[in-house]
Each structure stands twice: as C-alpha cells, then as structure tokens.
C-alpha cells in the first residue's frame, strides 16, 4: 500500500504491459514475457507476482431434511429467506423464467443460460411449484430459502481480479446482495492468493460494507489431502465441502485440507449429494442420463427449458438435451455451496426480525460453528465430539440448532456477543453461570481477519486472537488444534496460532463443575487494530458478578458450611459467591 498504482504502472511498463488495476487489492494486472518476470520481480515496488487463474470450474429436499430446514420452514419459524438478497457467481446464469425462479430471479448484467447455474440458484432459492407437476409431492424439490431473492452475475475471465472489482461494486452497491455464493473454483493447492484476499476484503466490507460470501471446497478430494482450490481459501469465507444428505458421510469428490499455510478449511459441510454411492456407480458406467434424472440418487433441483448441450452421451429425454426440464440431479460441491448459502439467508432474516443491527459476516459464521453437528473425522458421517478436522471442518450445518441459538440471544441472556480487541495484549473477560448437572460446554469465538499477503509462503493470520476457558476452580481449557503434518489425526488441544475461528469444548458425562466460568479472549498479536470478534456459547453470558457475597470461614471451622447447604468446607477459607436471585455461583475461593 505504500506504492501507488500510478508509480507501480510506471515499473511495470519498463517490462510488459498493462491490462488493468486492482484498486482493493493495490494490485496491477499486466501482460510479462516470461524471460523478464524476474526481473520484475527484483523491482523494489513489488510485493508478489502470480499467474492469472485459468477458467474455473462449476463445481433438494434431501438438502433440507438432513440439515434441519424444513423444521424452520415450519411454524412458529416461518423462515423461508423473505428480504434476502443472494448474489451467485458463476460461469453462467440461471433460467429466469423457470417457474420454480420467476419474479425472484434475475441476471440484470446479462449472460447465457446454463443449466448448472439454473441447478445452484434452485438449491438457494427455488421454491418447487412445479414439482407436483412431475411426480412428487407439493413443493418438494424446493431449495433452501425459496422466499429469497437471486441475483446473478457471470464471473469475470479473462483477469478475473480487475473485473471482479468492478462486479462486486455493481453488486453490493447497485443491486444490494446480502450473501455471495461461489460455486466454482480454480488451481488445486489451497495457496492463498490474490482472489482469496479480495474475498477476504469483500467479507470486511471494503466494499461499503460487509457481506457473507460462501465457496465451495471443490471437486478434487479424490486426491485426498490439500486438495482445495487456490481461489477458495480465504479467512473469512466459509469454505463448504459436500457430503451425502442420506448418511452425512463425505462425498468423495469433496475438497480437503488444510490449506497451503496449514489452516483449517473446509470450514463446514452441507449435503452435496443424495445418494453419492449411487450416483457415483451410475457416472461412472456411463450411465448419466440415469444418473441426472434419479431423484434418489443426487440433489434434484432446477434445470433451464432449453437446450443447452447436444451431446448424445448427456441425452436425457431423447430431445438432444443434457438434463430433463424442470428438475434434474447433479453431485458436488457446487450443490453443497448454495445450500449453505440459503442457510444464512434464512438466518440473517431471522437475525433481522430479532436484532436491532445488522449480523456481521463473523456473527453469522459463529453460530453456524457453535451450532454444527460434529462428524468424525474419517469422513463416516457418525457423529462425535472429536472436533474439527480437514475432511468435515466444524461439521454438518444445522440450521434448527442455529435458529434456536439466535432466538434465544437476548439483551438479559446473550448467547452472542460481538466486542473489539483494540491494542495487543489486551484480555476481555466473559462470564457463563454453569448449573449443577450440566454436562458439556461449547465456546465458539470467529473474526473477521484483515487480508494476508498473497503467495508469500508464511501463515496467512494477521490479528490473532486466543480463546481459553477457566472453571471456578481455576483450571484452564485450551481451544481445538490440528496437526496439518499428520493430517488425519484426532484434533488435541493447544493455542492456535493459524485460524481465525477457534472452539473450547468441555465434557464430562458426569457433569462439569458449577459455578461462574471464564471465558478469556487475549489479544496476542494485533497488528491492525482494532478488530472486532463474534462470541457464542452453549450457555447465556452473564455480567461481571456485581452483587457477590463473601462467606469468611472462622479458624475454628465452625462456619463448615456454605449458601448452597454443602459441608466439610476446611478451615482458614475465604470463598466468593455470585448471587443470583435464590442461586448462588460459586466463584473463587482464597486460603486466608
């Protein structure tokens, strides 16, 4: 940022020539012979030099059912996504006419229609009115948030940054997105490079303001490990692999960690596929219009009403066509992508309705952390308490626990909190009132992280924050950790010093202590100050204990008892209660 764009063009044309700038990112987009890049390089004015990213690649009501949406679809919920505008971006545009979309669908940019974009915007947004109409049940192949609004753009290529600008702008400022879901991808790797820290900027609201963007973990997980895509790795996205809405063991196709730097992405997963076991063996027999048209076997949603590919292989109903009019089925992480994309639309009209400000990006991410169903890490689909790991990320979204979460946040009671860290080595404390037989606690804390220094081959993390958890008895409880070197190992517990999202989670069957326990947010590296943070938790906040007893034991003992009727306390005590109507907390005790 200490070179301006007009000084770094200047440089630049002393070797090549020059295509376009990149104001957000600071950046110059120009055309280099290979012999010179070098050389360039060298120059004192520049910070990094990559490749322009090849074309990317395009990556229901099983969707619904195995994340917890036709719940809230329901009374007294009623949280169908009214308000919300999606952005999609993507290689085409969706069928705007498709009865499923019209009148809530639009591509006011323009594009051709293509029947993936038709197939993603439909898992978002589509709303199953023709459904009855070739077999199934009443609005059964609806999407996630069939009352939401879909506005779609075609993304950019050539020099995908310099127009990504641009687009962004038109789509904020112009055309109010609230969420931007990406369902295609570039370069396997998992480099953070220039299109990841744009997103990283979207998500702060450099443009204007912030705003929730979704990518999809891509199709290359196959491969196995670090097989994410180099354009889908930003810190503030939410990166989402793809599982199979049947069982929620993980597609095969779906994208791995950790990144290059070795942060833990994906960041949760969402039903990719029906059936993926299914699918998979009619694909791969050759068999596809089997496949596309098995409402059992992949996640069934919108297709165009026209003809889009001619290839007989593709033939879906002997018209020449490659999917049938009005539904057909598709597996990836492209239909994982949108799913969550619908998710936070139908969060962010509740948050709406409920709040009286608008979530930040990294509200909306830690209740969805908070509140994710954790799957074992050998991509099974069973549920455990293991953490997070590179296959499943934080887990399975469950959008009724996260409705419920953000229904139960309240002024009194806060199950979120959103604050600021303003210089290094500052620690904010928080406090949760545990009572008697509780068994487990969950403390998710999520920033919005300011942008890393593309390709530069250190960690990405720039402000880093550090969650800890203190019972009344003083014991500490670090957040989850993973070992990106051995990357199918069991998360342990450490300081993280690589993610902006972190999680203590604290269990025992028979039952954790009770009392007033701490939750400990220290600033250890901020370097961009100040830098605000999301708190949830599995327990209402509570303020500083202001109306606290003491209850001094005398040497002989003879006071062996204390508010809650428990006795053998020993002698020479002091012990610090939290009084709370008839319940007293235990807080802290001193030896006299």
């Not at 498709?98 to 709303?127: E, I, K, M, Q, W």
């Not at 539904?327 to 962010?348: I, R």
């Not at 709040?355 to 455990?384: M, Y």
């Not at 002698?571 to 006299?592: H, I, P």
Request: hydrophobic letters at 35%; aromatic letters at 8%; proline letters at 5%.
């Amino acid at each position: 940022k200490d070179i301006s764009l007009d000084d770094a063009e200047k440089t630049v044309l002393r070797w090549g020539s020059i295509i376009g700038r990149v104001g957000l990112l600071n950046a110059i987009v120009a055309s280099v012979n290979s012999e010179v890049i070098s050389k360039l390089a060298a120059e004192n004015d520049v910070q990094w030099i990559e490749e322009i990213e090849p074309p990317g690649i395009d990556d229901n009501d099983g969707i619904r059912a195995a994340i917890g949406v036709n719940t809230v679809h329901a009374a007294p919920y009623n949280l169908l996504g009214s308000g919300v505008v999606i952005g999609q971006f993507e290689s085409n545009v969706p069928d705007t006419t498709h009865f499923d979309l019209s009148g809530r669908s639009s591509a006011p940019l323009g594009g051709s229609v293509g029947d993936h974009a038709t197939h993603v915007a439909g898992t978002a947004a589509g709303n199953g009115s023709l459904s009855a109409s070739v077999g199934g049940s009443p609005a059964q192949w609806r999407g996630v948030a069939p009352n939401s609004t879909i506005t779609s753009f075609v993304r950019p290529f050539p020099y995908i940054i310099v127009n990504f600008e641009n687009l962004y702008n038109q789509s904020i400022n112009t055309y109010n997105i609230d969420i931007s879901t990406n369902s295609f991808s570039a370069t396997t790797g998992g480099n953070y490079n220039a299109v990841s820290q744009f997103y990283d900027l979207v998500v702060i609201g450099n443009i204007t303001r912030p705003i929730m963007v979704t990518v999809s973990a891509g199709n290359e997980g196959r491969g196995g490990y670090r097989t994410l895509r180099d354009t889908n790795v930003g810190k503030n996205v939410i990166v989402v692999g793809g599982t199979d809405a049947n069982n929620h063991a993980i597609g095969n196709f779906s994208g791995k960690g950790p990144t290059a730097d070795n942060r833990t992405k994906p960041d949760l997963v969402a039903p990719g596929c029906q059936n993926n076991t299914a699918y998979e063996a009619l694909r791969l027999t050759g068999n596809r219009t089997a496949a596309f048209t098995n409402p059992n076997g992949s996640t069934y949603s919108t297709v165009a009403n026209q003809s889009i590919s001619t290839t007989a292989e593709f033939d879906c109903d002997g018209t020449g066509d490659d999917f049938c009019y009005p539904y057909a089925g598709e597996c990836g992480t492209s239909m994982s992508t949108p799913a969550l994309a619908g998710s936070l639309a139908l969060l962010l009209e509740l948050y709406r309705k409920t709040h009286e400000n608008e979530p930040l990006p990294s509200t909306l991410k830690a209740v969805l952390v908070q509140t994710a169903l954790d799957l074992d890490r050998d991509g099974s689909g069973f549920s455990s308490n293991d953490g997070p790991d590179y296959i499943n990320g934080w887990g399975l979204v469950n959008v009724t626990r996260a409705v419920e979460l953000i229904m139960n946040d309240s002024e009194e009671v806060p199950r979120i909190i959103v604050v600021n860290i303003s210089e290094p080595g500052e620690v904010d404390k928080h406090y949760l009132l545990v009572d008697e037989n509780t068994t487990e606690l969950k403390v998710s804390l999520v920033w919005d992280d300011v942008p890393g220094v593309p390709n530069d081959g250190l960690k990405e993390l720039q402000n880093d924050i550090d969650l800890f958890l203190a019972d009344p008895s003083g014991n500490v409880y670090m957040p989850w950790v993973l070992n990106p070197s051995v990357p199918n190992q069991a998360a342990t517990t450490g300081v993280d010093d690589r993610n902006n999202v972190e999680q203590v989670f604290v269990f025992d069957a028979a039952g954790i202590e009770q009392g007033v326990w701490r939750v400990i947010i220290n600033g250890t590296e901020i370097p961009q100050p100040a830098q605000v943070y999301s708190l949830t938790a599995s327990h209402g906040f509570t303020t500083m204990p202001a109306h606290a007893i003491v209850m001094l034991l005398d040497t002989s003992g003879s006071m062996g008892w204390d508010p809650n009727g428990n006795s053998g306390v020993a002698e020479n005590q002091t012990r610090l209660y939290y009084a709370k109507g008839a319940s007293y907390y235990f807080l802290d005790m001193l030896n006299l």
